[in-house]
Nanobody, 123 residues
Framework: QLQLVESGGGLVQPGGSLTLSCAAS????????IGWFRQAPGKEREGVSC??????TTSYADAVKGRFTISREQNTIYLHMNNLKSEDTAVYFC??????????????????WGQGTHVTVSS
């Protein structure tokens, strides 16, 4: 059974960088798309980025495009966050979607979720 555990969250200053990790266990990721989502205080959960199985096609929300990078190494998915803004403050979740589509989408309809890791961007 696939399990996901996020780590790497914390307090960072505006303009700083932070890398989140999503460790997968219990199953291979070969058949899954992986997405990063976030939920800011008082806001709905939104898609941030995802990476597709197979060809590794990626997708980014407009709000993070050019600042965030998603990558994959074996059983771990990373979200590299640069030039962080206060608006990036949120609980960040990784999620796995059994790949019925060829490429990932930033939809909340993923089947397996981690517990989340907090990111606070503040001076």
């Amino acid at each position: 059974q696939l399990q996901l555990v996020e780590s790497g969250g914390g307090l960072v200053q505006p303009g700083g960088s932070l890398t989140l990790s999503c460790a997968a266990s219990g199953a291979t990721l070969n058949y899954y798309h992986i997405g990063w989502f976030r939920q800011a205080p008082g806001k709905e959960r939104e898609g941030v980025s995802c990476i597709s199985r197979g060809d590794g096609t990626t997708s980014y929300a407009d709000a993070v495009k050019g600042r965030f990078t998603i990558s994959r190494e074996q059983n771990t998915i990373y979200l590299h966050m640069n030039n962080l803004k206060s608006e990036d403050t949120a609980v960040y979740f990784c999620a796995a979607d059994f790949a019925l589509l060829r490429h990932c989408v930033l939809s909340p309809q993923y089947g397996t979720w981690g517990q989340g890791t907090h990111v606070t961007v503040s001076s």
